[in-house]
């Protein structure tokens, strides 16, 4: 069993910066890849980015790649997610996610086993 907690969400003006943290317990972190979804009203639950167990290998989709930058601390048991220059496009509530499989990257919802609570990121105009 893991337990995600995120932090990190707000209210940014377009253009903006935030860096979420997803605190992770429970089990040995450094064997989970972890990802970054979003979703926004209305809309399904969307991939962000991805990473590896070693934090080797990331993945992002078209829309944040240059701009969000995923990572992981396995001393702190935390991923992160920075964002930059972020867009109104951007706003949704953004969930950390861990797999039970060791292959990274996978990009379907259903392919990771715990997620945390979610925090809102809202971008302003």
């Known amino acids: 069993q893991v337990h995600l907690v995120e932090s990190g969400g707000g209210l940014v003006q377009a253009g903006g910066s935030l860096r979420l943290s997803c605190a992770a317990s429970?089990?040995?972190?450094?064997?989970?890849?972890m990802a970054w979804f979003r979703q926004a009203p209305g809309k399904e639950r969307e991939f962000v980015a991805a990473?590896?167990?070693?934090?080797?290998?990331?993945k992002y989709i078209d829309s944040v790649n240059g701009r969000f930058s995923i990572s992981r601390d396995n001393v702190k048991n935390t991923a992160y997610l920075q964002m930059n220059s972020l867009k109104p496009e951007d706003t949704a509530v953004y969930y950390c996610?861990?797999?039970?499989?060791?292959?990274?990257?996978?990009?379907?919802?259903?392919?990771?086993?715990?997620w945390g609570q979610g925090t809102q990121v809202t971008v302003s105009s």
């Open positions: 996610a861990a797999a039970s499989l060791t292959t990274w990257g996978r990009a379907r919802a259903s392919d990771y086993d715990y």
């Open positions: 429970g089990s040995t972190f450094s064997s989970h890849p």
């Open positions: 990473i590896s167990r070693t934090g080797e290998g990331t």
